[in-house]
T-cell receptor, first 117, second 110 residues
Framework: GAGVSQTPSNKVTEKGKYVELRCDPISGHTALYWYRQSLGQGPEFLIYFQGTGAADDSGLPNDRFFAVRPEGSVSTLKIQRTERGDSAVYLC???????????????FGPGTRLTVL | GQSLEQPSEVTAVEGAIVQINCTYQTSGFYGLSWYQQHDGGAPTFLSYNALDGLEETGRFSSFLSRSDSYGYLLLQELQMKDSASYFCAVRDNYGQNFVFGPGTRLSVLP
């Protein structure tokens, strides 16, 4: 099936290193979201893309976090100088956009589990 | 600030009906969604309410009262496979982002 895919599924890195997390949304979905989720908590919004532009990046915790979606499809979340507190599952979701239930349904990928040692 | 409140845990038996409540305080409101997440899995969409009232989809129904900043998810004819965490989420900030609640862990007992 052509669902949302994320790579890698697991990433272990050392404190201070740089990491990139990739998201392939469902073809044709204009809206793309990044979240992070810690154990026992709900997804925490990071950034929302509508097409190629970041429509809302208010959830990015600090300037170590950055995300791009240059062609309006694949997106990459970049984390510089990783810290142990960045350890979490990073989820990507895409949506057709628009109004109503169909436009607001988000399709989530399986996530990338990031562990910072 | 933005906050959503849900009960942390709910337990029920197979075949029963359970209601999971969600209250919210957000700077803007464009709709309330519900997601199900099994352990180790990704959230999956259940429902979306933009207007007051009840939306029914099979065994699941979702209700919204915008004047009370309140909604609930109703699960009927519970099955063991319904054991999961359930999250409410508000579309906020002029429809630009989603704020998720802390989640309710539902355990369905035989």
């Amino acid at each position: 099936g052509a669902g949302v895919s994320q790579t890698p599924s697991n990433k272990v890195t050392e404190k201070g290193k740089y990491v990139e997390l990739r998201c392939d949304p469902i073809s044709g979905h204009t809206a793309l979201y990044w979240y992070r989720q810690s154990l026992g908590q709900g997804p925490e919004f990071l950034i929302y893309f509508q097409g190629t532009g970041a429509a809302d990046d208010s959830g990015l915790p600090n300037d170590r976090f950055f995300a791009v979606r240059p062609e309006g499809s694949v997106s990459t979340l970049k984390i510089q100088r990783t810290e142990r507190g960045d350890s979490a599952v990073y989820l990507c979701a895409s949506s057709p956009g628009g109004a109503g239930s169909a436009g607001n349904e988000q399709f989530f990928g399986p996530g990338t589990r990031l562990t910072v040692l | 600030g933005q906050s959503l409140e849900q009960p942390s845990e709910v337990t029920a038996v197979e075949g029963a009906i359970v209601q999971i409540n969600c209250t919210y305080q957000t700077s803007g409101f464009y709709g309330l969604s519900w997601y199900q997440q099994h352990d180790g899995g990704a959230p999956t969409f259940l429902s979306y309410n933009a207007l007051d009232g009840l939306e029914e989809t099979g065994r699941f129904s979702s209700f919204l009262s915008r004047s009370d900043s309140y909604g609930y998810l109703l699960l009927q004819e519970l099955q063991m496979k319904d054991s999961a965490s359930y999250f409410c989420a508000v579309r906020d900030n002029y429809g630009q982002n989603f704020v998720f609640g802390p989640g309710t862990r539902l355990s369905v007992l035989p």
